[in-house]
Nanobody, 124 residues
Framework: QVQLVESGGGLVQAGGSLRLSCAASGRPLGSYSVGWFRHAPAKQREFVAAINWSGGETYYADSVKGRFTISRDNAKNTMYLHLNSLKPEDTAVYYC?????????????????WGAGTLVTVSS
């Protein structure tokens, strides 16, 4: 099975940018659709973005559309999330997720494989 490790979180001012990375090991990342979820304090976990195995299809939550960009580099076994025009309400722990089925892309439901998360804090 695949193991996922996120990096790139941190503290940024509103309007700023970050790039999150998700490095995979154990199995080729190209075997999975992958995506990002986030969990903010006192809120439920929510879907952020997803990308299919080839990178040709992407999906975004309405709250991040136009500000965040998901991408992947299967040769490097890594997925990315570029966060631009950040808002305080984007503050959350961001988790990468991998899904060998159609669940993530068809229903924005998470697959079976998670990273440990990386914290993004946006100050106003």
């Amino acid at each position: 099975q695949v193991q996922l490790v996120e990096s790139g979180g941190g503290l940024v001012q509103a309007g700023g940018s970050l790039r999150l990375s998700c490095a995979a090991s154990g199995r080729p990342l190209g075997s999975y659709s992958v995506g990002w979820f986030r969990h903010a304090p006192a809120k439920q976990r929510e879907f952020v973005a997803a990308i299919n195995w080839s990178g040709g299809e992407t999906y975004y939550a309405d709250s991040v559309k136009g500000r965040f960009t998901i991408s992947r580099d299967n040769a490097k076994n890594t997925m990315y999330l570029h966060l631009n025009s950040l808002k305080p309400e984007d503050t959350a722990v961001y988790y990468c997720n991998a899904d060998p089925t159609a669940r993530l892309l068809d229903y924005t439901l998470p697959g079976d494989y998670w990273g440990a998360g990386t914290l993004v804090t946006v100050s106003s």
